[in-house]
């Protein structure tokens, strides 16, 4: 039997196993790249003429379909077994698989990913967003539990779709989140997870499910020891009042100078600019913009575009804030010299990052390069004389900028 179509994946990647094992059970023979190495060939043109987002799992059927975004590919995939009963027996029962794979993505899957990378110390860590997520995960594992305290599987009384995506997705939380008091509290989910996970069909794709004893942690970085003081000399015999010399001081050490501090005064002073952009409306006469037009001194400061350079490797949109967040957070050191305001545009999945720095200076490297990830944005000077250029810088300050279709829902400010 030729294969249905080729799946783009990675031996790490939970969505592409549940694909995986969805084909297994129904039947659906799927092959995969003879070799894939991820964030290389998914940069490739040949791979983003395909699929243009550069994410996986991808699909190519035998015929050319082409399709993205694991929950779509598994669904299509259960449909090409018409006599497996992936999807149910009915319309209705098809809605109901689509219901509990939306869920356990949305609010338990998502939380695992967003613990994981707090905790990985990837962005600033915060132990009440940490117990906060863990609640929330909690309140979707608590009804997922609760359903299946009355019934065997997720819809109907045989094995869907949502069975295995589910089972698959709840495996990888009992690794990192779902520790053994959190799953003391989750006797039929436990159960369901190991029913699936042993079926005949699905045994080796599953694997040993590792169950993690007690959550992943955020373990701060070890301070380095300081150095023993040396123990203080003796003092010397007391010399006579005329022979008595003061002992000469150690020399000083100069504070390292940040690079823009001997730059010439200018007659846009950023404090009061930052104060009028909390306190008018951004926008409309007496607003914070015309307050910036009537003081700004193109001599002494610059405006830039910042983007993160690897939009496609975004996810949700909340992970992309915290990214803004941790950016911001790394330009502690340049804050007096900067002023930012940058967001989140598009939805989960679909999103990018941009925004405006205004800086004191014509040269940006100098203020950014204080945060160890700088060189993960571009920066592209604005000429705020171009129209373009002017009704973009507008948008950022007043967050209501819209790129190729993608909305602004979320933004920061560096003040």
């Not at 029913?195 to 169950?211: D, H, R, S, V, W």
Request: charged share 25%; proline share 7%.
């Amino acid at each position: 039997m030729a294969p249905a179509g080729t799946l783009w994946t990675t031996p790490a990647q939970w969505k592409g196993k549940a694909i995986k094992a969805i084909a297994a059970f129904g039947g659906v023979e799927v092959a995969e790249p003879a070799s894939y190495e991820h964030f290389v060939d998914n940069k490739k043109p040949e791979f983003l003429a395909k699929f243009p987002h550069g994410k996986i799992p991808a699909w190519e059927g035998a015929e050319g379909f082409k399709l993205f975004e694991g929950a779509a590919i598994a669904r299509y995939v259960a449909s090409l077994a018409p006599n497996s009963g992936l999807l149910g027996n009915s319309t209705e029962d098809a809605a109901l698989v689509d219901q509990w794979v939306h869920l356990v993505e949305s609010e338990v899957d998502v939380y695992t990913d967003f613990v994981r990378t707090i905790t990985s110390g990837q962005i600033p860590y915060n132990k009440p967003t940490h117990t906060n997520l863990l609640e929330r995960q909690t309140r979707a594992l608590n009804t997922l539990d609760a359903h299946l305290k009355a019934n065997t599987f997720f819809v109907g009384e045989r094995i869907t779709a949502a069975d295995i995506w589910v089972a698959t997705l709840i495996q990888k939380a009992v690794g990192f989140t779902v520790d053994a008091p959190a799953r003391a509290k989750l006797p039929n989910l436990v159960r369901h997870l190991e029913t699936i996970a042993n079926q005949p069909k699905l045994k080796e794709i599953f694997g040993e499910i590792n169950y993690v004893e007690k959550g992943i942690q955020f373990t701060p970085p070890a301070k380095e020891a300081k150095p023993k003081a040396a123990p203080a000399p003796k003092a010397a015999p007391k010399k006579a009042e005329a022979e008595e010399e003061e002992e000469p001081a150690a020399p000083v050490i100069p504070k390292s100078k940040h690079p823009l501090e001997d730059l010439p005064k200018s007659s846009f002073n950023l404090e009061d600019w930052k104060r009028a952009y909390s306190n008018l409306d951004t926008r409309g006469p007496g607003g914070a913009i015309e307050w910036f037009y009537q003081h700004n001194d193109p001599v002494g400061i610059s405006v830039w575009r910042v983007d993160f350079k690897w939009q496609e490797e975004l996810t949700h949109t909340f992970m992309s804030s915290n990214q803004v967040t941790g950016f911001f957070n790394r330009l502690e050191a340049s804050r007096k010299y900067a002023f930012g305001s940058v967001g989140v545009l598009g939805e989960d999945n679909n999103n990018m990052i941009t925004g405006v720095l205004i800086v004191r200076g014509q040269e940006i490297v100098p203020v950014v390069d204080v945060a160890p990830d700088w060189e993960s944005y571009s920066f592209t000077k604005l000429d705020l004389s171009n129209d373009a250029d002017k009704a973009y810088f507008e948008g950022a300050l007043a967050w209501d900028l819209e790129i190729d279709g993608k909305k602004w829902v979320d933004g920061k400010n560096l003040k």
